[in-house]
Each structure stands twice: as C-alpha cells, then as structure tokens.
C-alpha cells in the first residue's frame, strides 16, 4: 500500500524516539481517518495485542 509506506515514512521521522513501533502508529492513523473514532481504534488494536 502506497498510503501506508508514506505514513510510515513520515511517521518515522516525527516519532523515532518513541516507544511504539512505526507501523503501529501508521495502522492507528489509517483506521482513525477511516471512521473510527479514538476509542475504537485502541480498543481495534488492544484484540490485536498491542
């Protein structure tokens, strides 16, 4: 996915002192600019055991 590698990448460079993953933040980005409010997307990535 084209979208996801330019999150990733920006992402990256924002946050790479942060202790989450980049790719984690970019799902949460991704799903948030889907609909899905704040709650749901935590909770979307908590069954995913993050």
């Known amino acids: ?3 996801r590698q330019l999150i990733e990448e920006i ?3 924002v946050f790479k002192w942060h202790r989450f993953p980049v790719s984690l933040k970019a799902e949460a980005v991704l799903l ?7 709650r749901a997307v935590r909770e979307f990535l908590l069954h995913k055991g993050y």
Request: no cysteine.
């Open 11 to 13: 992402l990256s460079r």
């Open 32 to 38: 948030y600019f889907k609909g899905l409010s704040p």
């Open 1 to 3: 996915m084209k979208a």
